[in-house]
């Protein structure tokens, strides 16, 4: 079975200061990680993949196939950031995602 | 940039009816899935839709529900006759093709009475 684990419902950080978002997975296979983003009353939007390896907004995410972990990064936080993060694992044959809970990143000023 | 489209926003339907959730996937698209989100709680996977078939199916897509793809652009979800705890929002999601990034919709939220 899969499972997407994300300990923090909440994370509080001021403006420019260093964020990390964790996720843990449980998965036999060979993982496919996603971060998805939901910004206030906006849908779903996928904000990195690990296969890509790319920055998107500033944020990067590794993949630690030792610690199964796929932890969100950023050096220095907006206030745009604040938004609700998921992280996401790709398996099955009909492509199903595992969500994690969500953390939610408030980002004060 | 091409969206994928939910309607209705908001459906409030009695216990025991049955309600369609329509979605337009992203027009190139192949891969069609559903998921909800009962509020508190995580988004879960409902099924995964692929050349007119159900490729895979979690264990709460039980026989009350089915998907359909009854024309070139819809894909909808059907709940027969829903209860209580079917309230929740529905997302509709949509790939290129497998391991491609999912779309997904801006959701129907679904209250039972």
Known sequence: AQRVTQPEK????????????KCNYSYSGSPELFWYVQYSRQRL????????????????ADLNKGETSFHLKK???????????????SGGAGNMLTFGGGTRLMVKP | EPEVTQTPSH????????VILRCVPISNHLYFYWYRQILGQKV????SFYN??????????????SVERP???????????????DSAMY????????NQPQHFGDGTRLSIL
């Open chain 2, 91 to 98: 997302f509709c999601a949509s790939s290129l093709w497998v």
């Open chain 1, 75 to 89: 050096p220095f936080a907006q206030e745009e950031d604040s938004a609700m993060y998921y992280c996401a694992l």
């Open chain 2, 52 to 65: 007119n078939e159900i490729s895979e199916k979690s264990e709460i897509f039980d026989d009350q529900f």
């Open chain 1, 45 to 60: 939007q996928l904000l990195l993949r690990h296969i890509s390896r790319e920055s998107i907004k500033g944020f990067t």
């Open chain 2, 11 to 18: 459906q409030v339907t009695q216990m025991g009816q049955e």
């Open chain 2, 44 to 47: 879960e996977f409902l099924v």
């Open chain 2, 71 to 85: 024309d070139g652009s819809n894909f909808t979800l059907k709940i027969r006759s829903t209860k209580l705890e």
């Open chain 1, 10 to 21: 909440l994370l509080s950080v001021f403006k420019g200061a260093p964020v990390e978002l």
